[in-house]
């Protein structure tokens, strides 16, 4: 009997043994995760079948972060395991000092999993006196170890450019499509948050077969705040799947909600990949109708924000990453995942 691996287009014999990946020229597969990839890290080490590495992450009065393995990794080909989330400045400390750890334990390759890549929105020089921090962040993972790095759904597609070592940059797309491909939607449209987004929103549409319907709206002073223009496209008496690559704050989303139900919408469902979900934005979403909130376990979700959102869908990225993982280790292709 064939499976389907969720996020991809890969179908697998059930009778077959497909995760017990031999030695490659790196030795054996380590994992290893960080404060901010505990529970995705143990999801990814079932789906494979290799245990997580043991490592002390100690965190001292003064703040500083001590971390230490149990185990050599010398020769070995290990991935870190760390999503960029809140509390983020000790995510990336921590992640640094990791990386430095199993570089100077001698470790054959290191490869760092960010499902959710931190500073996204610092991708360029958009006013005067301002950092460009993604490409400094970028830079401090390489320096601290990194030999390749993996991640999903990047705000920005030339965040790529800033890394000078390789890497496999992933979507959520056919786990978050799929999952509308399931509920069989018969009147409903795709609609994207902004014009920036829409090109990934047509791809949506297209792979569903329902029209695009775009959000036009103008941000105003603080970046928290939106003002929604106008949407371009009907939507009155339709279903609505809002889709976008992040909920930060949650304004953007429940401007968008309040847009279409204002055009005539029926039902609201939102869809994104990362679940930043900071401040009150798990507020703002449940005061809102929305049937569903379709997201990912790329960033772990506290339980009292998850709590107050009853219609979420947690889809996990555990299958696509350690798919992934095994074809970096035994050097495949990737893209057969997804028919490319």
Same mark, same amino acid.
């Given at each position: !009997?064939?499976?389907?691996?969720?996020?991809?287009?890969?179908?697998?014999?059930?009778?077959?043994?497909?995760?017990? &990946?031999?030695?490659?020229?790196?030795?054996?597969?380590?994992?290893?995760?960080?404060?901010?990839?505990?529970?995705?890290? +143990?999801?990814?080490?079932?789906?494979?079948?290799?245990?997580?590495?043991?490592?002390?992450?100690?965190?001292?009065?003064?703040?500083?972060?001590?971390?230490?393995?149990?185990?050599?990794?010398?020769?070995?080909?290990?991935?870190?395991?760390?999503?960029?989330?809140?509390?983020?400045?000790?995510?990336?400390?921590?992640?640094?000092?990791?990386?430095?750890?199993?570089?100077?334990?001698?470790?054959?390759?290191?490869?760092?999993?960010?499902?959710?890549?931190?500073?996204?929105?610092?991708?360029?020089?958009?006013?005067?006196?301002? &950092?460009?921090?993604?490409?400094?962040?970028?830079?401090?993972?390489?320096?601290?170890?990194?030999?390749?790095?993996?991640?999903?759904?990047?705000?920005?597609?030339?965040?790529?450019?800033?890394?000078?070592?390789?890497?496999?940059?992933?979507?959520?797309?056919?786990?978050?499509?799929?999952?509308?491909?399931?509920?069989?939607?018969?009147?409903? #449209?795709?609609?994207?948050?902004?014009?920036?987004?829409?090109?990934?929103?047509?791809?949506?549409?297209?792979?569903?077969?329902? &029209?695009?319907?775009?959000?036009?709206?103008?941000?105003?002073?603080?970046?928290?705040?939106?003002?929604?223009?106008?949407?371009?496209?009907?939507?009155?008496?339709?279903?609505?799947?809002?889709?976008?690559?992040?909920?930060?704050?949650?304004?953007? !989303?429940?401007?968008?909600?309040?847009?279409?139900?204002?055009?005539?919408?029926?039902?609201?469902?939102?869809?994104?990949?990362?679940?930043?979900?900071?401040?009150?934005?798990?507020?703002?979403?449940?005061?809102?109708?929305?049937?569903?909130?379709?997201?990912?376990?790329?960033? &772990?979700?506290?339980?009292?924000?998850?709590? +107050?959102?009853?219609?979420?869908?947690?889809?996990?990225?555990?299958?696509?990453? #350690?798919?992934?993982?095994?074809?970096?280790?035994?050097?495949?292709?990737?893209?057969?995942?997804?028919?490319?």
């Amino acid at each position: !009997m064939a499976t389907k691996v969720p996020g991809t287009q890969l179908y697998y014999d059930e009778t077959i043994n497909h995760h017990n &990946p031999a030695p490659g020229q790196y030795g054996q597969i380590k994992l290893y995760a960080g404060s901010g990839g505990v529970d995705l890290g +143990k999801s990814i080490s079932e789906y494979l079948e290799i245990p997580l590495g043991e490592r002390d992450i100690i965190r001292f009065s003064n703040e500083n972060i001590f971390v230490k393995l149990q185990h050599s990794v010398r020769g070995q080909d290990v991935y870190l395991i760390q999503s960029l989330s809140s509390p983020l400045s000790d995510n990336i400390l921590e992640l640094l000092i990791t990386l430095n750890t199993l570089k100077l334990d001698s470790a054959g390759r290191v490869t760092v999993v960010m499902p959710y890549f931190a500073y996204g929105r610092s991708d360029k020089k958009d006013q005067p006196r301002v &950092p460009i921090t993604a490409r400094m962040l970028a830079d401090m993972i390489q320096v601290a170890g990194a030999d390749r790095y993996m991640t999903i759904d990047l705000h920005a597609g030339q965040i790529q450019g800033f890394f000078s070592i390789p890497g496999d940059v992933l979507t959520a797309f056919h786990l978050i499509s799929d999952h509308f491909v399931e509920k069989q939607l018969t009147n409903a #449209a795709v609609v994207s948050t902004d014009l920036g987004f829409a090109k990934k929103g047509r791809n949506y549409a297209a792979k569903l077969g329902m &029209p695009l319907v775009v959000v036009e709206k103008r941000r105003t002073g603080n970046k928290d705040k939106t003002e929604v223009m106008s949407l371009l496209g009907d939507i009155k008496g339709m279903d609505a799947i809002i889709i976008d690559d992040e909920c930060d704050t949650g304004g953007t !989303m429940v401007e968008a909600v309040n847009c279409v139900k204002a055009h005539g919408a029926r039902d609201v469902y939102v869809a994104f990949t990362h679940p930043i979900l900071s401040g009150n934005a798990a507020d703002r979403l449940a005061s809102v109708p929305i049937k569903e909130i379709i997201t990912t376990d790329s960033v &772990p979700i506290p339980p009292e924000k998850r709590n +107050k959102l009853p219609n979420m869908t947690v889809l996990s990225v555990a299958p696509l990453v #350690a798919e992934v993982i095994i074809r970096a280790h035994e050097g495949r292709s990737v893209g057969e995942l997804f028919k490319e």
